[in-house]
């Protein structure tokens, strides 16, 4: 057996894009690009407008801030590469620079997890036990969820980079993806990587198992706390403060679950059809985040309005 002082590491990855579509690559950025700049522009208008209106300087608008924030992270750190590789035939990146977009997407998307599940909680507080609303969700306990989320992100994702750096990569250096996607870089190792890819699936479950679980426990607290209720305008009403928020664990679950069980179940799914809804998990919630919460959200949509149109009136219904 060759001694492995006769191989030489890899110090770069090579980022394909879309397998099979690398001759519309040109196209495809065009959408690409269009959702940078509306997740960009509606989650600065989401973040400015709670700032500014006094009225929504409350625990569920900075989650909902907190969310916008995370929102604009996530797209900076997987967009632009993007459009490198479409646009720019910009398929290299560095080997320390793909742990890094790796780390901070998973970070960002397991904080973004979590911020829903606030939210969640938020909901659950505000609609059963609204008299209490204020004592429990004080701005210390906002602060501390919202650091709570962050911590337990970067720890847990913190040993996928670290236990990759242990790993000698020789010769494959081909990353047939659209970003530095943890399980596309471990499998490139030239050794075992039996512990990476349990730690990988384990993290992966441990969250969605855990998030989704105490989102429905508040959900059906919510439910039948509403259904208790004896005035059916009271049930609409009560229900309809929960609508944006259900829109967006859709939009951020959604995506997810089904590029999860193409991926360990649909062996005959073609290949670019995982990379395009992997890609478009990360792009479409931080897009459409804002756009709900600014449709279903009364006092949002009013603040936007004032903003851009001052001098209409803002009805009142």
């Known amino acids: 057996m060759a001694d492995n002082s006769t191989y ?4 770069s990855f090579f980022l394909v894009g879309i397998p099979g579509l690398q001759d519309f690559h040109c196209w495809i950025g065009i959408p690409v690009c269009l959702l940078l700049v509306l997740a960009l522009l509606g989650n600065s208008i989401i973040i400015v407008t709670i700032k500014l209106e006094p009225s929504l300087h409350q625990p569920m608008y900075f989650f909902l801030c907190m969310l916008a924030m995370m929102d604009i992270s996530l797209v900076l750190s997987v ?7 479409f646009w720019l035939e910009a398929h290299e990146i560095e080997f320390n620079t793909c742990l890094a977009q ?8 397991i904080i973004e997890s979590a911020l829903l599940v606030a939210m969640a909680f938020d909901r659950y507080v505000a ?3 609204p008299l209490r609303y204020t004592t429990i969700l ?6 501390k969820m919202g650091l709570g989320s962050m911590i337990r992100a970067i720890l847990m994702v913190l ?3 670290l236990l990759i750096k242990r790993l000698p990569y020789y010769t494959k250096n081909v990353i047939n993806h659209t970003y530095c996607e943890h399980m596309s870089v471990v499998k490139l190792a030239s050794a075992n990587t039996l512990i990476n890819r349990a730690y990988g699936i384990s993290v992966a479950l441990s969250v969605t198992v855990l998030d989704l679980g105490l989102i429905a426990t508040s959900y059906i607290k919510i439910l039948q706390a509403v259904f208790q209720l004896s005035s059916p ?3 609409s009403k009560a229900l309809g403060t929960c609508a944006a928020h259900v829109c967006t664990i859709l939009a951020f679950y959604t995506p997810a679950l089904f590029s999860f069980l193409t991926h360990r179940i649909g062996k005959k799914v073609p290949p670019s059809v995982h990379i395009i809804f992997a890609s ?14 600014g449709v279903k959200t009364k006092q949002i949509r009013d603040r936007v309005m004032g903003l851009f149109f001052p001098n209409k009136k803002i009805s009142e219904n």
């Not at 967009?79 to 590789?85: C, D, S, V």
């Not at 478009?280 to 919460?293: A, G, K, Q, R």
């Open 233 to 235: 305008n009271a049930r």
């Open 280 to 293: 478009l998990y990360l792009l479409v919630p931080p897009t459409v985040n804002p756009l709900v919460y």
């Open 8 to 11: 030489h590491y890899i110090s």
């Open 79 to 85: 967009a632009p590469k993007m459009l490198g590789i």
């Open 138 to 143: 004080t701005t210390t306990l906002v602060i």
């Open 102 to 109: 790796m780390y901070l997407i998973h970070t960002f998307c």
């Open 159 to 161: 040993p996928c980079p």
């Open 127 to 129: 609609i059963c036990i």
